[in-house]
C-alpha cells in the first residue's frame, strides 16, 4: 500500500512540473516583442520613435532621472501612436528606454526593456574668447568650453558678413584652440565658432559664436634718418607708415643736437632705425662714430635694430663729396661703429645702377630702388 502511494504522489508531482512547464511556455509566447527605440534631436527638442513590435498593444517611455537614480514612466502610449516629442534643454543628456505590452483575459503582459537609448541635446553656443594674430600668416583662436560638446568647428571669412568656410575641427570636449597658419598677411579675417555633439544617428550642432575680428598685425614701425636725400625718398614714396628724420644739407651737429633728441622722442621698442648721414660732412668721422657708439646700446636696450646705411656714391665730385673720400668714410664707420647692422648701399648702387639729377641727389627712379632696398632689410 505505502509503495502505491508513494508513486501516486511521484506521478502528481510530475504531473504539475510538465503543466507548469507549459503555463510558462505559453506565456512566454504571449509576451509581446522588444520595441526598437530610436530619437531625433533639434536644438532643445528630443523626438522619440518606435515600431510597433510583434504583439504589440501599446507601449511605455521610460526616462532617467539622474536624481532619483532609476528610471521613471513617461507614460502609455496606444499601438496607434509611434513618436513622441520632448522639450527638454539644451546641453543635457537624455536616457530613454521604452517596453511594448499586451492584453490577454483581462492581464497585462509586458516585453523585456529595450536597450538603452543616450540623446544629448544642441549644445550651447562658445564664445569665442580670443583671436590673436601671431604672425602675418598666423592666427590663434580660443574659445569657451561646453560641458557636454563633443567637439567644435572653426570657421572663417573675409568680411564680417562674409561667407565663412570651415578652416578647422577641434575633436573633443578639452581642446577650446585652434591655429589657423592659412592666412594671407594682407588679408583681415573673421572668425565663428560652433559645438557639436555625436547621437546615434545624427550630429547635432549648436549656433555659432559672435564673429571676432583677426586684424593684420600693425607694420613694422620703420625709422629712416638722414639729410636731404632721405628727403627726397619721403617725397617720391609718400609713405606715412615711416617716421621719417631727414632735412636737408644737415650733418653731424644736426644729428647731435636734434635727430637724436627726435629718435629718442619717437621710439617705442620694436622699430627698425636706418641711419644715413655723412656726405655733407664726411670730414666728421670721428664724431659721428663717438656718438652712434654712444647712443646704438641704448637704442637696442629699448629693442631697436640699428642699420647704418653706406653713403652713396656721387655722379660729379663736388666741394663736399667725391666718392674716394666717400668709401673711406664708409670703411671707418663699418670697422668701428659696433652693435649695428652695416649695409652697404654704396656698392649695392653701383652695382645695380644709378642716376642722379644734380650729381649728388638721386632721380626719381634711383630713389625708388633705394627705398625698396631699405624696406627689404626690415627686420
Not at 574659445?143 to 578652416?167: H, L, M, N, T
Not at 660732412?281 to 656718438?291: A, E, K, P, Q, V
Amino acid at each position: 500500500m505505502r509503495k502505491i502511494l508513494k508513486k501516486v504522489i511521484f506521478l502528481t508531482a510530475i504531473l504539475l512540473i510538465l503543466q507548469s512547464g507549459t503555463v510558462s511556455a505559453i506565456a512566454a509566447q504571449a509576451q509581446p516583442a522588444v520595441p526598437v527605440l530610436k530619437g531625433t534631436v533639434k536644438g532643445d527638442t528630443v523626438t522619440l520613435q518606435w515600431n510597433k513590435a510583434k504583439g504589440f498593444s501599446g507601449c511605455q517611455i521610460f526616462l532617467y532621472y539622474k536624481l532619483y537614480k532609476k528610471y521613471r514612466s513617461l507614460g502609455n502610449y496606444s499601438a496607434g501612436k509611434n513618436q513622441l516629442t520632448l522639450k527638454g534643454s539644451q546641453n543635457k543628456v537624455y536616457k530613454y528606454k521604452i517596453r511594448s505590452y499586451t492584453k490577454k483575459n483581462g492581464k497585462v503582459i509586458y516585453s523585456k526593456m529595450s536597450k538603452v537609448l543616450t540623446i544629448k541635446t544642441a549644445p550651447s553656443s562658445p564664445a569665442v574668447s580670443q583671436v590673436k594674430r601671431s604672425s602675418d600668416t598666423e592666427a590663434l583662436i580660443t574659445w569657451s568650453r561646453i560641458s557636454s560638446a563633443d567637439g567644435y568647428q572653426i570657421f572663417r571669412a573675409d568680411s564680417e558678413q562674409g561667407k565663412y568656410i570651415r578652416v578647422g575641427v577641434a575633436s573633443g570636449n578639452r581642446v577650446l584652440s585652434f591655429r589657423d597658419n592659412t592666412l594671407n598677411e594682407e588679408q583681415d579675417y573673421y572668425y565663428r565658432v560652433r559645438a557639436y555633439c555625436r547621437n546615434p544617428d545624427a550630429v547635432v550642432y549648436s549656433g555659432y559664436s559672435e564673429p571676432v575680428k583677426a586684424c593684420r598685425p600693425a607694420p613694422k614701425p620703420v625709422i629712416i634718418l638722414g639729410d636731404s636725400r632721405t628727403e627726397e625718398l619721403r617725397e617720391f614714396t609718400g609713405d606715412d607708415k615711416v617716421a621719417w628724420i631727414c632735412k636737408g644739407s644737415m650733418g653731424y651737429v644736426w644729428l647731435r643736437d636734434t635727430a637724436v633728441k627726435a629718435v629718442d622722442e619717437q621710439i617705442q621698442g620694436n622699430e627698425d632705425l636706418f641711419f644715413w648721414l655723412g656726405v655733407n660732412d664726411l670730414d666728421n668721422i670721428d664724431n659721428y662714430i663717438s656718438l652712434l657708439n654712444e647712443k646704438i646700446p641704448q637704442w637696442k636696450q629699448k629693442g631697436v635694430r640699428v642699420h647704418i646705411l653706406a653713403v652713396g656714391p656721387v655722379e660729379i665730385p663736388d666741394e663736399y663729396a667725391d666718392n674716394k673720400t666717400i668709401k673711406a668714410f664708409n670703411k671707418k664707420m663699418k670697422a668701428q661703429i659696433a652693435g649695428a647692422d652695416f649695409i652697404d648701399l654704396y656698392s649695392w648702387l653701383t652695382t645695380q645702377g644709378y642716376k642722379t639729377a644734380d650729381g649728388t641727389h638721386y632721380d626719381r627712379e634711383t630713389c625708388m630702388k633705394i627705398y625698396n632696398y631699405i624696406m627689404s632689410q626690415v627686420q
